[in-house]
């Protein structure tokens, strides 16, 4: 395991790909784990609950795996060829982690009253396996392999990786991931956030994506209800 942990991009003239995606994954992860193990076999509305929110968070981290292959991976390997070797074998990982995942949750989708209690509890088994494996990559994606795009482009070429990485987002999967990272970021983190959208946004537009991030009521600047709602 690589316990380094002193890589800050901040000092850097590069911004971080990873940081505040990476936080708010974890926050799904950790939220997706606690539902999971609070799930109980007996009360079918709350597995059909626990199986839509699974469903929900592969098809957000394979969009996330899929950005990094496309947008981060293919960078370094055509600036450092077999850069990126190694968060690529994990992401092959997590893809079959993702197909195990969703077996075991159409069989829990299945099973009788019997068999739901051993079924969930293997998935919750399978589902805390790929959050380990999930935090270390992470991880080794913020102290490795960010350090070396930070050596190896220069801002304004990071900065166009990252807007080609938004910009391929469709809007019904943005709306999630920017709960999931409004969620998990500090108060000032967030707050800068949404300013900056808010200043490189139609007015329109701010509005209807924050109206399905929030809710229609919010307005900008009420930031103890937008944490009422993500936090």
């Known amino acids: 395991?690589?316990?380094?942990?002193?890589?800050?991009?901040?000092?850097?003239?590069?911004?971080?790909?990873?940081?505040?995606?990476?936080?708010?994954?974890?926050?799904?992860?950790?939220?997706?784990?606690?539902?999971?193990?609070?799930?109980?076999?007996?009360?079918?509305?709350?597995?059909?609950?626990?199986?839509?929110?699974?469903?929900?968070?592969?098809?957000?981290?394979?969009?996330?795996?899929?950005?990094?292959?496309?947008?981060?991976?293919?960078?370094?390997?055509?600036?450092?060829?077999?850069?990126?070797?190694?968060?690529?074998?994990?992401?092959?990982?997590?893809?079959?982690?993702?197909?195990?995942?969703?077996?075991?949750?159409?069989?829990?989708?299945?099973?009788?009253?019997?068999?739901?209690?051993?079924?969930?509890?293997?998935?919750?088994?399978?589902?805390?396996?790929?959050?380990?494996?999930d935090f270390q990559h992470m991880h080794e994606e913020e102290t490795r392999l960010m350090p070396l795009i930070a050596a190896q482009f220069s801002a304004a070429e990071v900065e166009g990786i990252e807007h080609a990485i938004v910009s391929s987002i469709a809007p019904e999967m943005m709306i999630p991931f920017m709960r999931v990272m409004l969620g998990a970021a500090t108060r000032s983190e967030r707050i800068a956030r949404v300013e900056g959208m808010q200043a490189g946004m139609p007015p329109e537009g701010f509005a209807q994506v924050f109206a399905a991030v929030v809710h229609p009521g919010w307005r900008m600047g009420d930031w103890d209800e937008m944490e009422r709602v993500l936090c």
Request: charged residues 20%; negative net charge; proline residues 4%.
């Open 1 to 133: 395991m690589n316990a380094q942990t002193d890589f800050n991009t901040a000092s850097t003239a590069v911004p971080d790909l990873y940081y505040a995606v990476h936080k708010g994954i974890r926050l799904a992860n950790a939220r997706l784990l606690v539902a999971l193990g609070q799930s109980d076999p007996a009360d079918p509305a709350q597995i059909d609950a626990v199986l839509a929110q699974l469903a929900w968070h592969l098809d957000m981290c394979f969009t996330h795996l899929k950005h990094e292959n496309a947008k981060i991976h293919a960078a370094v390997d055509a600036r450092l060829p077999g850069g990126a070797d190694h968060a690529a074998d994990d992401h092959d990982h997590h893809l079959a982690a993702f197909d195990a995942l969703r077996t075991l949750a159409e069989a829990l989708a299945v099973a009788d009253d019997a068999a739901r209690p051993s079924v969930l509890r293997r998935l919750y088994q399978r589902f805390a396996l790929f959050v380990a494996d």
